[in-house]
């Protein structure tokens, strides 16, 4: 019988599509990882297949597809590269805002394979991407904004920016186009999530045009970041899993004879391990069941699954690396990679302590959950 959270039959074919580009994708992740290298042919191969139009509603030409769908997408691309999963739940996040509430022209760029990217974290601001501290100023066709926006996920090869700034002292968001007045700063030198190059950008004197702002009515309505974020972290630990469970299958305990998955230890946290991923997919196919179903619930419901995918993507990694020993400390194994990438969910807005902070706060105030 189909799980209650299960793709929708006009959306498997989008879903077909991840599953026939992962292995290639995997396949060079070492590789972008290693090199810091902005993954595009599989940023291009996710556009050729239709997904980046598939992702955009109808009535501006994209195929509606189910949020349902989009995440199991995330999880099968976050498992073989998530640096690309990432910077592909940027940029359609990006352009999901500016094809829904900006000008017909970000419809036809994306269509064209114009890339967008999300650049709203703020160096002093943080985890309040959605509250800018930075004021853009009234001139001749918009506002004018002096400032910085800092971890831009593939903001190098990024044809439009997703842009906030407070406009009269509230927050307004816009399409900038790439040009000369924004500045690139190579700061992305990082631990995990290597090949996202997320620099920061130096806004100097740049309009943000009127006609390109986003008339976003609720910036709170169900989006693809909020509810994507979790399926990066789900991804991760599937490979996680994966990787830790070929090694315990082939490594011999010196002097035992017998396989590291042998151990009572390791076969305990495999058992938990699989049941809490388990649960972690079960939390964010029920954030993206109601989103499709445009319930109000769904984003503080992506909030707790994103809260724990974070912690058991963390919990896992470390599992592996205990199961790796040695050989999974050296940079040939994947084991010390599936760590190094699983930190980042959790410091990605909202991160695990926000989250805490949020859910915390509203059960112990009678407001929440
Ligand atoms: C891999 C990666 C990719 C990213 N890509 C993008 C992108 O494409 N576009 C973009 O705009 N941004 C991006 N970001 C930025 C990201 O989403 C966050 O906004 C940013 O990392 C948070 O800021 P900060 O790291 O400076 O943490 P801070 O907000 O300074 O937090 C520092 C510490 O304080 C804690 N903390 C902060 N506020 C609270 C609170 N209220 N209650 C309890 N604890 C709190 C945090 O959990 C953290 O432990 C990316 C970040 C990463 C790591």
Known sequence: ????????????????????????????????????????????????????????????????????????????????????ACIWTMHLGAAQALVSFGPPRYADALRAGERFANALSEPSGGNRFLMPLQHAEPADGGYVLDGAKRFVSGCEIADHFLVNALVDDVPAFFGVDRDDSVEMVPIWDSMGLRGTRSQLLNFRGTLLRAENRAHMVDPLAPNIIGLGLPWLSIGIAEAALDALTDHARTRIVPGTGAPVGAMQWVQFDAADSHVKLLAARTLAERAMWLADRKDPGCLPAAMEAKLYANQVAKEIAEFGLRVGGGSGFLRTSPIQRHFRDAQAGALMAFSVEVCRDMIGKGLMEGTGA
């Not at 026939?20 to 290693?34: I, K, M, W, Y």
């Not at 195929?63 to 691309?77: C, D, P």
């Open 1 to 84: 019988m189909d799980s209650p959270f299960a793709v929708p039959g006009n959306d498997r074919r989008f879903v077909a599509a991840a599953r026939d580009l992962a292995p290639q994708f995997a396949a060079r992740a070492d590789a972008h990882d290693h090199e810091a290298t902005l993954p595009v042919d599989n940023l291009t191969a996710l556009h050729a297949a239709g997904l980046d139009m598939a992702a955009m509603p109808e009535e501006r030409g994209g195929s509606g597809m189910s949020y349902q769908a989009l995440g199991e997408i995330l999880r099968i691309v976050g498992k073989a590269c998530p640096a690309t």
